[in-house]
């Protein structure tokens, strides 16, 4: 009877956690985030059911990997330390910061000035921003402060004005921070130290003759690439201000500020383009607006084919740190990653499909906004109030042995609980901390920050 009975107990057992893994897989599969992975492999625990199995290899195939909420208005402009610690995210009132490794906010500036822009420094310890007044609201003129504020305590280091300067200008921290540069007034460019805000080189620099619409400098610093409506690259020496040489862009094509182009619905001669981190390409909207098309901003020539796949219109551009790959995103909610083949000559250049998320969570009227993490795995993009944290690509190179790893956290005790009632909380991934007591601590320290 002994024998009977433990018989009876083990299938009833079975047939329990066969139970527990159906519901645990159908949670999981209505998840959108890495709530998805983490229920799926609770699942898979539970039993190993080939429903279970399938979950699971579905949400490892997932790209979406986080959603990061807290902005009551449309996110405007997403960002990344160079470290990778830090995420900052800004929408026309407010700015948050989100710890990475924990992915959570971890303090937030308000001004009554609308934010256009923001960038990190270097080492991830200064955060710039700049604002404009205007009394009717976002238009592409006004009143323009660009602030450096300290990332720790949330404290403002010092400000920079320009009456004249434009809306969306860009601006940029060299890397070794020390520098700031800024579209000036008069289609200029200015050089700026970026502790006590004085202007160096005495002089602008100038040689553009339409609006400067994007900026990089070069990785040793010594070199500025700068993008203007006149259709022309010019590359400068960023210690003596020497402009270094300009070239035109082929064919017509006028390049613009994504973010200026969307807003005021310019026609499709005026694109909207990125420079990559070396300097060396920009990428641009096409003429139709729903392709990608590839630059050499040495010679001005387009590059390969035009990158097709979008149904949208294209609206937000993004290179990877190391210029190998290409993110855009469109009016549709959808994004494209595109890895690069650059073997280093001219017109060698070319795009495969890399990634691809058909529609995004409906949040907002598009992706108006993408960033990669300093490591090219993930990128952020912003739709709506929301900010998504994504995979790139080494995350399809790892199986489910390497799920905790991927997902980097456990679930929260809220989570748990409406996955699995009553069931005491215990941590899927036990080498990763309980995130209710992590939270907790964050909370008591965070700095809120109120600018006028």
């Known amino acids: 009877m002994a024998g009977?009975?433990?018989?009876?107990?083990?299938?009833?057992?079975?047939?329990?956690?066969?139970?527990?893994?159906?519901?645990?897989?159908?949670?999981?599969?209505?998840?959108?985030?890495?709530?998805?992975?983490?229920?799926?492999?609770?699942?898979?625990?539970?039993?190993?059911?080939?429903?279970?199995?399938?979950?699971?290899?579905?949400?490892?195939?997932?790209?979406?990997k986080k959603m990061l909420r807290g902005h009551g208005r449309q996110v405007e402009k997403v960002v990344f330390s160079r470290d990778g610690k830090r995420l900052a995210s800004a929408d026309e009132k407010k700015v948050i910061l989100w710890d990475m490794d924990h992915e959570r906010p971890v303090g937030e500036m308000s001004q009554e000035r609308y934010i256009s822009d923001i960038a990190f420094s270097a080492d991830g310890k200064r955060l710039a921003i700049w604002s404009y007044a205007n009394e009717v609201g976002p238009s592409i003129e006004g009143t323009g402060i660009l602030s450096v504020w300290d990332v720790?305590?949330?404290?403002?280091?010092?400000?920079?004005?320009?009456?004249?300067?434009?809306?969306?200008?860009?601006?940029?921290?060299?890397?070794?921070?020390?520098?700031?540069?800024?579209?000036?007034?008069?289609?200029?460019?200015?050089?700026?130290?970026?502790?006590?805000?004085?202007?160096?080189?005495?002089e602008s620099l100038s040689g553009h003759k339409d609006r400067v619409v994007d900026l990089a400098f070069s990785p040793d610093g010594k070199t500025l690439t700068s993008v203007s409506l006149d259709q022309t690259v010019r590359q400068w020496n960023t210690e003596t201000g020497e402009a270094l040489g300009a070239t035109t862009l082929e064919g017509d094509m006028k390049p613009m500020d994504c973010a200026i182009r969307n807003v005021h619905g310019l026609d499709s001669t005026i694109r909207c383009?990125?420079?990559?981190?070396?300097?060396?390409?920009?990428?641009?909207?096409?003429?139709?607006?729903?392709?990608?098309?590839?630059?050499?901003?040495?010679?001005?020539?387009?590059?390969?084919?035009?990158?097709?796949?979008?149904?949208?219109?294209?609206?937000?551009?993004?290179?990877?740190?190391?210029?190998?790959?290409?993110?855009?995103?469109?009016?549709?909610?959808?994004?494209?990653?595109?890895?690069?083949?650059?073997?280093?000559?001219?017109?060698?250049?070319?795009?495969?499909?890399?990634?691809?998320?058909?529609?995004?969570?409906?949040?907002?009227?598009?992706?108006?906004?993408?960033?990669?993490?300093?490591?090219?795995?993930?990128?952020?993009?912003?739709?709506?109030?929301?900010?998504?944290?994504?995979w790139s690509r080494a995350k399809y190179s790892q199986g489910p042995e390497n799920a905790c790893s991927i997902v980097n956290r456990n679930l929260t005790h809220s989570e748990w609980k409406t996955a699995m009632g009553d069931k005491p909380y215990r941590k899927t991934c036990p080498d990763l901390p309980d995130p209710d007591e992590e939270v907790a601590v964050t909370m008591r320290g965070m700095p809120t920050r109120r600018d006028p």
């Open 273 to 390: 383009v990125a420079v990559s981190p070396n300097g060396q390409y920009l990428a641009s909207t096409g003429t139709d607006n729903t392709s990608v098309q590839l630059w050499d901003a040495r010679s001005g020539k387009a590059l390969g084919k035009s990158l097709e796949g979008h149904r949208g219109s294209v609206v937000s551009l993004a290179f990877s740190p190391d210029s190998q790959y290409l993110a855009s995103g469109d009016s549709d909610g959808s994004y494209w990653l595109w890895h690069l083949h650059m073997p280093g000559e001219v017109g060698g250049i070319s795009g495969e499909q890399a990634g691809h998320a058909d529609r995004t969570p409906p949040f907002g009227p598009g992706v108006t906004s993408i960033a990669f993490g300093p490591d090219g795995t993930i990128f952020a993009s912003a739709s709506g109030p929301v900010v998504l944290l994504w």
């Open 4 to 64: 009977v009975a433990s018989w009876q107990y083990w299938v009833a057992e079975q047939e329990t956690r066969r139970t527990n893994a159906a519901r645990l897989a159908i949670a999981a599969d209505k998840a959108i985030d890495d709530e998805k992975l983490l229920l799926a492999l609770e699942a898979v625990r539970a039993a190993p059911t080939p429903e279970a199995q399938a979950v699971l290899g579905k949400a490892l195939d997932t790209p979406l």
């Open 152 to 202: 720790g305590t949330m404290k403002r280091l010092g400000e920079f004005l320009d009456e004249k300067r434009g809306f969306r200008a860009p601006f940029a921290f060299s890397p070794d921070g020390k520098r700031i540069v800024s579209a000036s007034a008069g289609n200029s460019l200015r050089l700026w130290d970026a502790v006590s805000g004085e202007p160096l080189l005495g």
